[in-house]
């Protein structure tokens, strides 16, 4: 089985990295890499579309080697360009490929075909693959993260401190592939995961996995995609006991319940619009209906097609708390300090206009030596 999928995320100093989207999401993993709580290792950008997000990590993280893995050869030769012309930094390495549990060989047919027109990502990127190399000049080598970073791999001589696994539904399998490597090295990792418009099994094998594994699960309040029901999820290993100072932008956001514990799946679906369990308004149909207007699965139309049609619907939006104390300070500064950096809601979010503060701009917190 093959996992694979692309997305972009922001930037940092002086390199335009080109990132969108998930702005709390990228601002919380930005101030993991600034406050130094990333484990000593690589970084590791499973399904990288066009390099935007590996750019962010090299940008963020100089000193790290950054590897970007990507099926579509348009994407990654893109990412090579982009490496040798100074647009994206020296320590992204970019290779043609996929991850999943076993090493072996993958074809995305006419769909790679289509993709390869424009830079863009894939969907439904869960595929199979097989020890033969298909014929279809598309294919490409599927990867275990064991088989690299094991004896003879291509990266046995780096451990792993970070990985983005943007699989959209593949993570548990990716995992598979990967168990030796995270009891070796105990990186921090993040996920997405969707618990209502995929089939119910992903999602259970996903945190069961993450359970096994020794990892705590916390979820970020904000949509990560369509369908909205998607969340990001950032996974820390129990092994070097986090304790993250009031001030850290985790604590933060922990404080604004933007960030919120996920202990099992029955905890992640009740908490996550659960108009969208299958059956219910906003999933008439069931998990996996394809169709992205109003009959779909938790698309965006069905979810606001639920709230107008639900009498006791909240009026105004809620809204967190500002989490950088620097953007509180801005704000401020220009006699607005009522106005906030995010409005975010269920599947919703809005960023405020002014605010090019990261969550991580602030100095590194003293930690003691085991989480180094």
């Known amino acids: 089985m093959l996992a694979l999928i692309g997305s972009a995320s922001t930037h940092a100093g002086q390199v335009n990295c080109g990132v969108r989207?998930?702005?709390?999401?990228?601002?919380?993993?930005?101030?993991?890499?600034?406050?130094?709580?990333?484990?000593?290792?690589?970084?590791?950008?499973?399904?990288?579309?066009?390099?935007?997000?590996?750019?962010?990590?090299?940008?963020?993280?100089?000193?790290?080697?950054?590897?970007?893995?990507?099926?579509?050869?348009?994407?990654?030769?893109?990412?090579?360009?982009?490496?040798?012309?100074g647009v994206y930094p020296r320590n992204v390495q970019a290779i043609?490929?996929?991850?999943?549990?076993?090493?072996?060989?993958?074809?995305?047919?006419?769909?790679a075909a289509a993709a390869n027109v424009v830079l863009g990502q894939l969907t439904n990127g869960v595929l199979e693959s097989s020890s033969a190399k298909p014929k279809d000049p598309q294919a490409f080598q599927v990867y275990?993260?064991?088989?690299?970073?094991?004896?003879?791999?291509?990266w046995q001589n780096e451990s792993l401190g970070f990985a983005h696994l943007d699989v959209e539904g593949g993570e548990a399998m990716v995992l598979r592939g990967a168990r030796q490597t995270i009891a070796r090295h105990q990186p921090i990792f993040t996920t997405e995961a969707f618990p209502h418009s995929l089939n119910a099994a992903?999602?259970?094998?996903?945190?069961?996995?993450?359970?096994?594994?020794?990892?705590?699960?916390?979820?970020?309040?904000?949509?990560?995609?369509?369908?909205?029901?998607?969340r990001n999820l950032i996974n820390l290993p129990r092994s070097r006991g986090f304790k993250f100072p009031s001030e850290s932008a985790f604590a933060r956001a922990i404080r604004?319940?933007?960030?919120?514990?996920?202990?099992?799946?029955?905890?992640?679906r009740q908490r996550v619009l659960p108009c969208c369990r299958p059956g219910g308004p906003c999933c008439r149909h069931g998990p996996g209906h394809n169709s992205l207007g109003a009959d779909g699965c938790c698309t965006k139309k069905a979810v606001?097609?639920?709230?107008?049609?639900?009498?006791?619907?909240?009026?105004?939006?809620?809204?967190?708390?500002?989490?950088?104390?620097?953007?509180?300070?801005?704000?401020?500064?220009?006699?607005?300090?009522?106005?906030?950096?995010?409005?975010?809601?269920?599947?919703?979010?809005?960023?405020?206009?002014?605010t090019a503060k990261r969550l991580g701009a602030h100095a590194p917190h003293p930690r003691p030596n085991n989480q180094r």
């Open 304 to 354: 606001t097609s639920a709230r107008l049609a639900d009498p006791n619907r909240r009026r105004t939006p809620h809204r967190s708390p500002v989490l950088s104390a620097r953007a509180r300070t801005h704000t401020a500064s220009k006699g607005n300090a009522t106005r906030e950096p995010y409005a975010v809601g269920e599947g919703t979010q809005k960023r405020h206009a002014t």
């Open 202 to 230: 992903i999602v259970e094998e996903l945190f069961s996995t993450l359970n096994t594994l020794g990892y705590d699960t916390w979820m970020v309040q904000e949509s990560c995609g369509n369908p909205v029901d998607c």
């Open 144 to 154: 275990a993260l064991d088989q690299m970073f094991g004896t003879g791999g291509s």
């Open 21 to 85: 989207g998930e702005p709390i999401f990228r601002e919380l993993v930005v101030s993991l890499f600034t406050e130094g709580w990333i484990p000593t290792g690589s970084v590791l950008d499973a399904g990288a579309n066009d390099g935007a997000e590996a750019c962010s990590y090299g940008v963020r993280a100089p000193e790290r080697t950054v590897h970007a893995v990507e099926p579509l050869s348009a994407n990654v030769d893109h990412i090579h360009r982009s490496v040798a012309s």
């Open 96 to 111: 043609r490929g996929g991850l999943g549990s076993t090493p072996g060989w993958a074809s995305l047919g006419a769909q």
């Open 256 to 268: 604004s319940k933007i960030l919120i514990p996920m202990p099992n799946v029955s905890a992640f």
